[in-house]
Every structure is written in structure tokens, then in C-alpha cells.
């Protein structure tokens, strides 16, 4: 009871802290998931009319990759750190690196979507949800299911992962966090948003990734 209390009174004094000092809403939706739900986040290059801002003429991932010169603005860090860091990447999209406090599994919205509905029915427990504007779903799960995605798909009968369009971001991937563009296509979205009881302790890829790999499959036949 005292740690909900505590979450939510910071919620509100990130939110009311924003309203009194100026804050961007970058700034606090940033401060949020550093402070909040114990996530790292990287300022983020932008893309319009297909060219980054990285400034690189041969950009492999136009708008959808974190600057290379941007500091890592760590877990726990506070409104003001966030608002200070932030406040040297003006217009950076907001990233999450990937596979310190989760992973992710990534597949066709529309797959993901069904299988989301699926999930919520069977009271399944799940972490956060996101949608990409080029049509992608990224559930986050705990870390590690990157590197074990193969195996875990083969004890399940499942062969090869890229034939069901699944694919598993681990360590040395980042992710755009919504509200943020991704590469000059429109925001990324919450499908399910992150909660008290599943952001900072995602779930076991194993208990999702049956009914993931059942729809993608069907999904594509």
C-alpha cells in the first residue's frame, strides 16, 4: 500500500511539477519513465522527408535510432536531471534501450493485436504494449527472451521464428517510445500502457509467446 501511495504521489508531483516550472511534455513523459517505472531512456534522431537528423547521408534507420553523441539518462533519475539532459536534445524522440529492465518481442500489429485480446481473456499477466506506425507490435517481457526466442519457439513446436514474422529485441536495441515519431510516419502508441504491477517486472516471455506464435501463424496462412 505504501510503495502504491508513494508511485502515485510521484506521478502527481511529476505531472503538477511540469505545470508550475514550464516543462516539456517530453521532459515529463521522459521523467516518467526514468522515475516512474524504472526505465533508461536515450534522446532519439527525428526524420523528415526521409532524412535524419543524425546529419548521416547513408542513415540506415532514417528518425528511428538514438543519437550517437546522446547520453543515456538513467533509471531514477528526477524531473529536474530529466528536464537538465533533455534540455541539450531539443525535439529528440524519446527511445528505450533494450535489455537492461526488459526485452521485447516484436510482430505484425495486426497478429499482435489478436493475440493481446487473447491474452487479456485468459488472464494471462502482461507488460507493456506498444504500436509503431509502420505496422508493428512490441510486447515487453522480461530481459533475456531475446537470446532465448529460438529455443523457446523450437520446445514449442515452432521451427524458425522468422517464418511467423516474430522477432526478439534484446541488449544493443532501442526502441521509440511513445509519444515520440518514428522515422517521420507518425507516433508510436500504447496498446496496453505501462502499470505499477508489470512495467518494472515484465513477464516471463514463455507466457505470452505461445499465443503470439499461434496467431502470427495463423495471421499468415
Known amino acids: 500500500m505504501g510503495f502504491t501511495i508513494g508511485i502515485s504521489r510521484g506521478i502527481r508531483d511529476i505531472r ?8 516539456s511534455s517530453d521532459g515529463t513523459t521522459v521523467a516518467e519513465y526514468t522515475g516512474l517505472w524504472g526505465w533508461d531512456v536515450v534522446p532519439g534522431a527525428r526524420a523528415a522527408a526521409g532524412t535524419c537528423s543524425c546529419g548521416r547521408r547513408d542513415c540506415r534507420a532514417p528518425g528511428a535510432h538514438p543519437l550517437d553523441f546522446a547520453p543515456v539518462i538513467p533509471a531514477g533519475a528526477t524531473l529536474d536531471e530529466v528536464s537538465e539532459a ?5 525535439g529528440a524522440a524519446v527511445m528505450l534501450p533494450v535489455g537492461r529492465a526488459f526485452d521485447v518481442i516484436e510482430v505484425a500489429e495486426p497478429a499482435g493485436r489478436l493475440a493481446l485480446a487473447r491474452l487479456e481473456r485468459m488472464g494471462l499477466p502482461l507488460g507493456p504494449v506498444a504500436a509503431t506506425p509502420d505496422g508493428r507490435a512490441h510486447f515487453f517481457v522480461a530481459p533475456g527472451a531475446a537470446a532465448e526466442l529460438p529455443r523457446l519457439l523450437y520446445r514449442m513446436g515452432w521451427d524458425d521464428p522468422a517464418s511467423l514474422d516474430l522477432r526478439g529485441l534484446g541488449p544493443g536495441s532501442a526502441i521509440t517510445a511513445p509519444p515520440s515519431d518514428r522515422g517521420g510516419r507518425g507516433p508510436v502508441r500504447w ?5 505499477l504491477d508489470s512495467a518494472s517486472r515484465p513477464p516471463q516471455a514463455r507466457l505470452v509467446l505461445g499465443t503470439l506464435a499461434y496467431v502470427a501463424h495463423r495471421s499468415r496462412t
Open 86 to 90: 533533455w534540455g541539450e536534445f531539443p
Open 16 to 23: 503538477s511539477g511540469s505545470r508550475r516550472r514550464g516543462r
Open 191 to 195: 496498446l496496453r500502457s505501462p502499470a
